[in-house]
């Protein structure tokens, strides 16, 4: 997962390298740096930190709703694709980017300050709502977060795309290999080195996750940074075969990569999820996101988050072309 919000969990969605681009659920996720001003300076109806005023200052008028995001790019990107699809659909939408980790949104989002904010549902029950829980799946992580929210508080559907950890290896590896799951992994992990962060020697969906689900056994263990540009180089470079990474970082494009399945579901969900204020939603804006959900796809998320991350194109212009292939905007 992303390294974006103080979390216990694995996501959801962009790592070390790609926020150095801009500013340049994983299991051991950490605060990220802000995301670039530009981001609330390309949505006309938007206000963030960037502009000098408290991001959880106010709200919005009577009938109106505020779409959030934390404070790092891809957050700040699907902010600005809910609430754009939810302007077209006639509600007055506004945004507030940029507020900050979980620590300083949800409760806002708890008491309504913020109407919807794009979550990630692994990320956001160990990380928030339940951090005994143990849920993996899509379905099983959802199922907890309903039984567990604050009554003020609703998930909407979870969308296909999700910004969660995966072992990740090189095109030519894995054309070479023939590999597209991590159980095809096994009869070579005992001779290739595998790269993720440190704690990934004591996390349960680390190391020991990854025997005790799939047989593997590495000839080493390179700790690394949390699919930041020390894992990248090291994967590109051939210093480890396999690596951690989160499924919506730029360079898996850029840089030619392969994230592996995993069937066995050693890693907790991580798909992304409209969190509502459930007293200030209504049937419009539930379908609409509904709609938006169901048709973002991870890859999807990652070809946006490249375009704005790599490719530095405006927010709001990447989150309307989107709209656009789904008939919204």
Not at 89 to 113: C, F, H, M, S, W
Request: aromatic content about 6%; proline content about 5%.
């Amino acid at each position: 997962m992303v390294t974006r919000i103080a979390t216990a969990t694995g996501m959801a969605a962009v790592t070390a390298i790609a926020l150095a681009a801009v500013a340049g659920c994983s299991s051991s996720s950490s605060s990220s740096s802000s995301a670039p001003s530009s981001a609330a300076a390309s949505a006309s109806t938007s206000t963030s930190a960037s502009s000098g005023s408290n991001p959880l200052s106010g709200g919005g008028a009577s009938g109106s709703v505020v779409v959030g995001s934390a404070n790092f790019p891809e957050s700040e990107l699907l902010a600005e694709v809910y609430a754009i699809a939810l302007q077209d659909k006639g509600v007055k939408a506004t945004t507030k980017l940029n507020i900050g980790d979980r620590e300083v949104y949800y409760p806002q989002v708890v008491k309504g300050a913020i109407t919807i904010f794009p979550e990630y549902n692994g990320a956001l029950l160990s990380g928030e709502v339940d951090p005994t829980s143990t849920a993996k799946t899509t379905a099983a992580v959802d199922a907890a977060l309903t039984a567990k929210l604050p009554a003020s508080l609703e998930i909407l559907n979870p969308a296909p795309a999700q910004d969660s950890d995966a072992l990740t290896v090189t095109a030519a590896t894995a054309a070479k290999y023939h590999l597209k799951s991590i159980a095809d992994l096994k009869p070579y992990a005992s001779t290739w080195v595998l790269g993720a962060p440190s704690e990934f020697t004591t996390r349960p969906d680390g190391i020991a996750g990854l025997k005790a689900n799939y047989g593997l056994t590495f000839k080493s263990f390179d700790p690394l940074d949390e699919s930041g540009p020390l894992t990248l180089a090291a994967l590109s470079d051939g210093k480890v075969q396999v690596a951690d990474v989160f499924t919506t970082t730029p360079q898996i494009i850029t840089d030619h990569l392969v994230s592996l399945s995993d069937p066995k579901a050693n890693f907790a969900a991580q798909n992304v999820i409209p969190l509502v204020y459930k007293a200030d939603s209504s049937a419009t804006i539930t379908s609409t996101l509904n709609t938006v959900s169901a048709a973002l796809t991870t890859s999807a998320l990652l070809q946006m988050d490249n375009a704005v991350i790599t490719d530095k194109q405006d927010y709001s212009t990447v989150a309307t072309a989107f709209l656009k292939t789904i008939g919204i905007s």
